[in-house]
Every structure is written in structure tokens, then in C-alpha cells.
């Protein structure tokens, strides 16, 4: 499976402002493709060289300023037709600088291979004329990318940012033969995947997969749709009063560039508003904030027009498209600004026009599917949406491309597959199952937290006659835990694992209750494994027999969980936070290092008797180091031991988010 190590360097909420990214998947000049001629060539010419004059948007530290290009028909890139040698000729760097404002935070991606086995390089980050920070050493075999991704907080007074990338050794000893390089990117600061089982009005359910958080809040019963998306599900607005809305957010704040990419299908050729975050003027000669999307229904004296409107530098500018085909069809929608020009595409019809400044942000909240007007809400629109995506940059026509492809392709933006939501769980009659239920419990206002909220209106048959939930309780004095059998107004507990046993054939789902807050306070920092995590708050051990007396009730303590994600998780993608009870002493350990630390086992018990991996009593046992075999699933429970060094600890397991 491909290697994905995520690096945060800073946990405040960022945006960017002023970054441009150019030409970072290689793809130009193109070989073979002249000019611009190349210097040298290698393998029937799918290896060259270019001077970096020729090159978009990279630049070499090398004498004989040489970048080594390798084809498809020479090796295998990571996305498009092309990738780099890191080294050409010398042992050197390649770099690009990219226009950042101080005090802003934006979020990287690159791709890493070895050439001829395990080569290593390193990622740095800095001021073009000042000390590069090596943020991350990159370490691959040949046979597969690796893919690493993090983000920058831009120091004060550092107006331009330099990537660059260096070669520390390889696998033949020559720094100059080996490192493979592709897929540079920035990601979005705002992206809604609209892949969630359902929405609830009130509750933030609509999940911004960003690091960023700006989750937003559906209303009037915008719903998800599972049967019409472009990956997995769609939101549906129904025209009437439905909408969603962003709480106003600084990541939705730009400075002189951005991006807006999203598929959009009307079932209404009526005017109706798709996207805006708009401030009218307060004064007679005030200005107007922000910018709106909509589609204007065509009339005797104008045709049916998609607008996008935007104050730059207190002026108002206007580009439109007459769109071609607008009724119940998928479409895919971009509007790009880059300080110089504005550009509005629909599908394969594009428009530019002229527009110089710094963005006249509002101070608003962003609607989707609908307009402020006033104190109402109004001009809704219907059909579906999905795939929102705002990037803080002005993306090239390639990177557009490159995204609208992922999008079908049911990938993510970096172009690592997305797995698909799991939206119910089922029990066949006659059997037992260890269960997690992907909901937030934690939060006071969630409308279905009980036993008889969850699974009363799916299970079939009769509570404590066809069917029961057990939960396993522990005790506070010695290492001993029993099962109770719960009433069906019970309370169920976050991140807490159960027992579901059934008679009879049943399916069940969460759906009603809350969506789950990844709000971990590791949001951001190297050892959250995604843009976003959660913590699971588990049992430590009431006794340590390498300081307590022996009691009989053994030296770990069994911790029944469950999984609250909606995809796939892989174990060693977890982490162990451990503490003294005071918050102090704090340690994030992996699932290896918490076992050789002495606090815990890094195995998981995962009950699954009709596997062929399970043992006697049902279980497979597995660890983090058995790449991609060893998963947390959805609806699923699993076993972690504690040991007695957790004995007067605070021991939490922190889960990131599924990508």
C-alpha cells in the first residue's frame, strides 16, 4: 500500500494568501515535445535534460543549472506523464518559491520514490534568502511512491516561501542517481466531500476535510444523497428553503488568489444562488464585500447566464457563460482569480477576464445553495452538488484537470483513493457482534444517545426477547471488568465498544444522531495522522502487580472500544496519548512504542469468527506492523490491554479521521 505520513507544524486554524503553484506535477516542458531543446538525453530520449530557464516554476541549485525529466515509457510517475530526478548531473536541489503572506498557514503534498532501491531526501521550507527548516526526510523503496504531506506557518516578514527538495543518500551511494519526484500540490483550506450517511439540521454534520474544520450546518433539510453523485454521495437541495451555511471562517478569507472548484446538477432552470458570502454596501458610499455564484433565468432581452460577481480593491467585477445543456446534468464548475486575471469555466466553456487587486472579503457567514438577502434567505437552488473544493492558490490548467479526473475516479485531491462510507451495519439471527457506533455521544444536545434511539427502530423482533446490548464495566480498585446487560433507555458512551446479540436477521445505522466531532487538541501536529482527529478516552489499569500485591484479578486491563469512523483506519495510523493525571508528563506514542514502553500491548483484538485469520474464539489478532492488515472497521468493536505502568495515568487512543 502506498505510505502516507501527514506533518503539521502548527494547530491554529490557516489559510493561504498569495501562493501560486505552478507546474508541479513535471508535466512541462514536455519530452519530446520541442522547443525547448534539450541538453542531454538517455534510453531513446524518455530521459532528458533542461535547463531550468525552460522549466515552469522550478528552479536548481545545480552549477550547470540541468533538471533531469524522466517519461512514462522510461519509469512510472506518480500522476500525469512525467516526473523528475531529483539530482541531474551534481549533487544539488530543486526548489520553487511561492508568494505567501506572513502569518498564514498553508498545507503541501509530494510524491517520493527510489530509483534503484531505498533512496532518502528531505523536504525544507524557508525564506529563498534566509535558513531552509528541513521539515521531513522522505525514505522509499523503488517499486512504489511514497506520498507526504504537512503544512507551514509563514513567519512574520516572509513575503515569498521556498520548497525545495534535496537528496540525502541512495541506494547506489551516488546522490546524483536516484530520488524521484512528482505530484507537487497545495490543498484546499475548505473542502466539503458531501460523502456523509446523513445530515441533520442543527448539528455541523456537513464535515469540511480540511485541517481548517469549517464544518457546515445543514438547514431546512438539506439531505445526502446515496444513488447521484460524483464520488459516493451528492448533497440535494430541494429548491425550496434548504441550504447550508459556513459560520464565518478566516479560512474563507483570500488575499489576491484563489480557486473554487465543485459539481453542480440544477433540476431547475430558474434563477437560484450556488455559492456566496456577500456584505451590501452599509453606507451610501460604502462598498460592497464578498462574492456570489448563481444562475440568472434568460428573458426577452438577455439568455439564461451562470454569473459569478467579486469585489476586488472596492470595484465590482461581473464574468458569465451562457451554459450549454444546464438541466439535469452533472456539471463541473470552476472559478480562478490570480491577482491578474479572473476566470469562470463550465465544463469545457470558458471565459477570462481582466482584474488587478486584493480581494474585498466579507465578514459573513458562506451559503451554499442559497443567497442573504436582507434578514431572509432566499433564490434556493435545486438539484445536487458535491466535491466543494476552495484552495487558497490559483491552480494551473493542468492541476484542474488533474483534480476533475480524481474526482471521477472516487480518489482524493492528492490522487490516493478514497474508500467509500459505510452507512449500516447487519447481524445475522443466532450470532453475536463486537460493535462501535460512529456517533457523538459526547455532546449534550444529541437527539438519540440511548439504547432504544439507536437500534429500536432497526432491529427486528423485541428488546431482552430478540435481541440485547451488553457493555463491559471496570472496576476502581482492582484490574477485574465484568459485562452488564443494559435497559433500553440506557445511555451509550463515546468511542465505548458492545456486545449486539440477535435472534433474528437484522440491519442497523446510527442515523439521527450526532456526526462525529473530530476536535482533538493534536489537530495540526505531527502525530495527528490526517487533517483531523478524535480521542477516545480509555480504561487504565487499577493495579500494577509490579508494585501491587497480587489480588487475582491479572496484570492487564482489556479495553472493549469501538470504532467511530465511517471508513477504514489502519491501526498504525493510531496513536496512544499517555499523561499523569494532572495533564503533565504528556507522550504520544505509536502502537509499537506504547509496547515497548511497557504500557500496553500493540495488538488489537478484532472479532470476526467467519475470517480465515480468526483463531478458536473468533478473533484476529493483528498490529502495526503488518502494512494494511490491520484496520479498524466501521460499525466494528476491538479489544486493546493496558498494563500496569497506565496505573494512575490518563491514557487516551487518538484516531484520525478517514481521507
Not at 505552478?22 to 530521459?47: C, D, L
Not at 484476529?620 to 468493536?637: A, F, Q, V
Request: with cysteine; glycine share 8%; proline share 3%.
Amino acid at each position: 500500500m502506498k505510505k502516507i505520513i501527514l506533518l503539521y507544524i502548527v494547530i491554529f486554524n490557516y489559510i493561504y494568501a498569495g501562493a501560486l503553484l505552478v507546474n508541479g506535477s513535471f508535466e512541462q516542458p514536455e519530452i519530446g515535445n520541442e522547443p525547448p531543446n534539450h541538453i542531454k538525453s538517455w534510453a531513446n530520449g524518455t530521459i532528458v535534460t533542461y535547463k531550468d530557464d525552460d522549466v515552469n516554476g522550478w528552479n536548481t541549485t545545480a552549477s550547470d543549472e540541468e533538471m533531469e525529466f524522466w517519461s512514462a515509457e522510461a519509469g512510472t510517475p506518480y500522476e500525469g506523464n512525467q516526473f523528475i530526478e531529483l539530482n541531474a548531473n551534481e549533487v544539488a536541489a530543486v526548489y520553487q518559491d511561492i508568494p505567501t503572506t506572513p502569518g498564514k498557514k498553508f498545507h503541501w503534498f509530494v510524491a517520493h520514490r527510489g530509483r534503484s532501491g531505498v533512496d532518502t531526501a528531505r523536504v525544507l521550507i524557508g525564506a529563498p534568502d534566509g535558513e531552509l527548516t528541513e521539515i521531513i526526510q522522505m525514505v522509499d523503496d523503488k517499486d512504489e511512491w511514497g506520498t507526504y504531506q504537512g503544512s507551514y506557518l509563514v513567519p512574520d516578514g516572509q513575503s515569498i516561501t521556498r520548497f525545495q527538495f534535496e537528496a540525502v543518500s541512495t541506494a547506489t551511494g551516488s546522490k546524483t542517481i536516484g530520488n524521484f519526484l512528482d505530484g507537487f500540490k497545495v490543498g484546499p483550506m475548505v473542502e466539503y466531500k458531501m460523502d456523509e450517511c446523513y445530515w441533520l439540521d442543527g448539528d455541523d454534520s456537513v464535515k469540511d476535510s480540511s485541517e481548517n474544520g469549517a464544518d457546515a450546518e445543514a438547514m431546512n433539510g438539506a439531505r445526502i444523497e446515496q444513488n447521484d453523485s460524483i464520488e459516493y454521495h451528492s448533497g440535494y437541495f430541494d429548491g425550496d428553503d434548504d441550504y447550508l451555511v459556513t459560520n464565518s471562517n478566516n479560512a474563507l478569507d483570500f488575499n489576491t488568489t484563489f480557486t473554487f472548484t465543485m459539481w453542480i446538477k440544477p433540476q431547475s432552470s430558474d434563477t437560484q444562488t450556488i455559492l456566496q458570502r456577500y456584505e451590501e454596501a452599509t453606507s451610501l458610499f460604502g462598498s460592497a464585500l464578498g462574492w456570489t455564484l448563481e444562475f440568472t433565468k434568460g428573458n426577452f432581452i438577455s439568455n439564461s447566464s451562470l454569473n459569478f460577481t467579486i469585489e476586488i480593491d472596492n470595484h465590482n467585477y461581473n464574468i458569465s457563460i451562457e451554459p450549454n445543456n444546464w438541466q439535469d446534468n452533472w456539471h463541473f464548475i470552476v472559478i480562478r482569480y490570480d491577482g491578474s486575471n479572473l476566470t469562470l469555466m463550465y465544463d469545457t466553456q470558458i471565459t477570462t477576464k481582466d482584474a488587478s487587486g486584493s480581494i474585498d472579503n466579507a465578514n459573513t457567514d458562506m451559503l451554499i445553495g442559497a443567497r442573504q438577502n436582507g434578514n431572509s434567505v432566499d433564490n434556493n437552488f435545486k438539484g445536487y452538488m458535491d466535491e466543494i473544493k476552495i484552495f487558497g492558490v490559483a491552480l494551473g490548467d493542468d492541476e484542474i484537470n488533474r483534480l476533475k479526473y480524481n474526482d471521477q475516479h472516487q480518489n482524493n485531491y492528492t490522487g490516493i483513493h478514497r474508500d467509500a462510507p459505510i452507512c449500516e451495519a447487519s447481524i445475522k439471527a443466532n450470532s453475536w457482534e463486537l460493535i462501535g457506533i460512529p456517533a457523538d455521544f459526547r455532546k449534550d444536545s444529541n437527539p438519540k444517545t440511548t439504547v432504544s434511539d439507536i437500534f429500536g427502530d432497526d432491529m427486528n423482533g423485541d428488546y431482552g426477547n430478540d435481541w440485547v446490548v451488553y457493555r463491559r464495566d471496570y472496576s476502581d480498585t482492582n484490574n477485574s471488568s465484568w459485562y452488564i446487560l443494559l435497559n433500553e433507555n440506557d445511555t451509550l458512551e463515546f468511542g465505548k465498544g458492545y456486545w449486539l446479540g440477535s435472534t433474528l436477521d437484522s440491519n442497523w445505522s446510527e442515523n439521527g444522531s450526532y456526526s462525529v466531532d473530530y476536535n482533538s487538541t493534536y489537530n495540526g501536529s505531527t502525530n495527528c495522522v490526517s487533517t483531523r482527529c478524535v480521542e477516545i478516552t480509555l480504561r487504565s489499569v487499577s493495579k500494577n502487580l509490579d508494585e501491587d500485591e497480587n489480588d487475582g484479578t491479572g496484570p492487564y486491563r482489556y479495553n472493549m472500544s469501538g470504532f467511530i469512523g465511517k471508513t477504514p483506519i489502519e491501526w498504525a495510523d493510531c496513536r496512544f496519548i499517555i499523561m499523569d493525571l494532572n495533564g503533565s508528563n504528556k507522550k504520544v506514542l505509536t502502537p509499537s512504542n506504547m509496547e515497548q514502553q511497557g504500557y500496553g500491548s500493540k495488538q488489537i483484538w478484532l472479532y470476526n469468527p467467519s475470517a480465515n485469520s480468526a483463531n478458536n474464539n473468533g478473533y484476529t489478532i493483528c498490529d502495526d506492523t503488518i502494512p494494511g492488515g490491520c484496520r479498524l472497521e466501521p460499525y466494528k468493536g476491538f479489544w486493546i490491554e493496558l498494563h500496569g505502568k497506565t496505573k494512575n495515568k490518563i491514557v487516551k487512543l487518538l484516531i484520525p479521521q478517514g481521507e
